[in-house]
């Protein structure tokens, strides 16, 4: 039996749930938790940010890598959930050309990447042209970011 986190619905069990609806999208919602801000089903189940399915839908949540390699006395080093980030794209970036970076603070100061398995992903995206968004989802060691399209964000923070 595959493990996975406590309180949340298995990677499969989640997979089964996120049917879209008539209207396209899952049925999902952003909650407070004890961790945060998570995804939860409508019986209130918590999906796991991890769940790869997420990615049909253009929602992208992951831990904010790379928090540690900036000494920007200006970066922020205190988040809260809700809290709105920057996407800026790197594709010059010398260690991965599917680099997005992640900026927190007035002024803008970078905070760390988006990690390499959700980056390609994401890099495509914006190299589309689709807008994205992105929010703290938790504010642990090293903050969680959720990336998705300005209209799935909006649609998933509803009452």
């Known amino acids: 039996m595959k493990s996975y986190r406590a309180g949340y619905v298995s990677a ?43 990615r049909h839908f253009s929602i992208f949540a992951f831990r904010v890598v790379g928090t540690g390699y900036y000494d920007d006395e200006d970066k922020p080093r205190r988040f809260r959930n809700g809290q709105r980030l920057g996407i800026l794209r790197e594709p010059g970036n010398e260690y991965d050309p599917n680099a997005v970076a992640l900026t927190a603070g007035r002024p803008a100061a970078k905070i760390g990447y988006v990690n390499k398995q959700r980056a390609k992903w994401v890099a495509e995206m914006l190299d589309s042209g689709q807008e994205l968004s ?8 090293s903050p969680r970011a959720l990336i998705t399209t300005p209209e799935m964000l909006e649609y998933l923070q509803r009452d």
Do not use: C, F, W
């Open 134 to 141: 992105a929010i703290v989802i938790q504010t642990k060691s």
């Open 12 to 54: 499969e069990s989640a997979k089964e749930h996120l049917v879209p609806g008539p209207d396209g999208r899952p049925p999902l919602r952003l909650v407070s938790s004890n961790n945060g801000l998570d995804l939860a089903l409508p019986s209130g189940q918590l999906v796991d940010y991890k769940t790869l399915a997420l």
